[in-house]
């Protein structure tokens, strides 16, 4: 069984950043792509950022991109969301998730990933 947890969350500041950890258990992690979603009170659930399982590519959501950067570790089963001049409408709940073969090319597609974090909260005060 995988388990992913994420953490980092919390206040900040419009135009603050912070930087959010998913760690993976399993010792598989490096053949999976990864990616982050969020969802927001009363919104479905969003694509924010994937990246490929060495890390050599990443894919991001038009509202995070220039902002936001995501990166891994796999020595350390961890993956990374750096989000920078964070902006109100980025509070939500943050998931990562692990794509749902392995080898498989990044999705921005919820239904391709098919495990979850239990989320950790951002808030960005206006």
């Known amino acids: 069984q995988v388990q992913l947890v994420e953490s980092g969350g919390g206040l900040v500041q419009t135009g603050g950043s912070r930087r959010l950890s998913c760690a993976a258990s399993g010792r598989t992690f490096s053949n999976y792509a990864m990616g982050w979603f969020r969802q927001a009170p009363g919104k479905e659930r969003e694509f924010v950022s994937a990246i490929t399982s060495g890390g050599s590519s990443t894919y991001y959501a038009d509202s995070v991109k220039g902002r936001f950067t995501m990166s891994r570790d796999n020595a350390k089963n961890t993956v990374y969301l750096q989000m920078n001049s964070l902006k109100p409408e980025d509070t939500a709940v943050y998931y990562c998730?692990?794509?749902?073969?392995?080898?498989?090319?990044?999705?921005?597609?919820?239904?391709?990933?098919?495990?979850w974090g239990q989320g950790t909260q951002v808030t960005v005060a206006s």
């Open positions: 998730a692990r794509r749902r073969s392995p080898g498989s090319w990044i999705s921005g597609v919820a239904a391709d990933y098919d495990y």
